[in-house]
């Protein structure tokens, strides 16, 4: 099973900064790598898939990059609608055996 | 407008079975996969179950792997989870989730989750 870690647990930042969100996995995942967004009793939202592609309607604030086993999730400017859990997901392995992060928790500095 | 809603969840006593179901709607659903992602009270999300579009390739968390049974029924739009010889540590919200595409791919829709309660 490949691992996923996220870190920090809980970042916490003043509007109108940047925050930077980490993600490690265990074994390369290649890009097959997505990060969501999921806020208090909602759903999570796929925010960013293949390590850097944004999903559909979802802000040019919001930015991925990297690629083998190290992750970054880069929010550029924090609006008050981004304080929220994010979680880091792979989707390398076919039949499936997914897995996420722990989560990293943006909350108001 | 893509749709999952699912339903089924409850409050069961450990050791019993209870079945999942997720009623999907607005896209093709036998184009995509198809998963199940738990997320415990106050935890983080687990991903449980996926299964391919024609149900020829289906995987299971190590946690769940002998005890739970994915299925799908393309001719009804659905998606099933059978859970067998429940434990407390099965208590959660249960999602229902579309992949993006037929095989390895994020979720691109959710639907809101049935509860299940695993109580003597």
């Known amino acids: 099973e490949i691992v996923m870690t996220q870190s920090p647990a809980t970042l916490s930042v003043s509007p109108g900064e940047r925050a930077t969100l980490s993600c490690r996995a265990s074994?390369?995942?290649?890009?097959?790598l997505a990060w969501y967004q999921q806020k208090p009793g909602q759903a999570p939202r796929l925010l960013i898939y293949?390590?850097?592609t944004r999903a559909t309607g979802i802000p040019a604030r919001f930015s991925g990059s990297g690629s083998g086993t190290e992750f970054t999730l880069t929010i550029s400017s924090l609006q008050s609608e981004d304080f929220a859990v994010y979680y880091c997901?792979?989707?390398?392995?076919?039949?499936?055996?997914?897995?996420f992060g722990g989560g990293t928790k943006v909350e108001i500095k | 407008e893509v749709q999952l809603v699912e339903s089924g969840g409850g409050l069961v006593q450990p050791g019993r079975s209870l079945r999942l179901s997720c009623a999907a709607s607005?896209?093709?659903?036998?184009?995509?996969?198809m998963h199940w992602v738990r997320q415990a009270p106050g935890k983080g999300l687990e991903w449980v179950s996926g299964?391919?579009?024609?149900?020829?390739?289906?995987g299971y968390a190590d946690s769940v792997k002998g005890r739970f049974t994915i299925s799908r029924d393309n001719a009804k739009n659905s998606l099933y989870l059978q859970m067998n010889s429940l434990r407390a540590e099965d208590t959660a919200l249960y999602y229902c989730?579309?992949?993006?595409?037929?095989?390895?791919?994020?979720?691109?829709?959710w639907g809101q989750g049935t509860l299940v309660t695993v109580s003597s």
């Open positions: 989730a579309k992949g993006r595409w037929a095989a390895a791919a994020p979720f691109d829709y």
């Open positions: 074994q390369s995942v290649s890009s097959n």
């Open positions: 293949g390590a850097s």
């Open positions: 607005g896209f093709t659903f036998d184009d995509y996969a």
């Open positions: 299964i391919s579009w024609n149900s020829g390739s289906i």
């Open positions: 997901q792979q989707y390398n392995n076919w039949p499936p055996r997914l897995t």
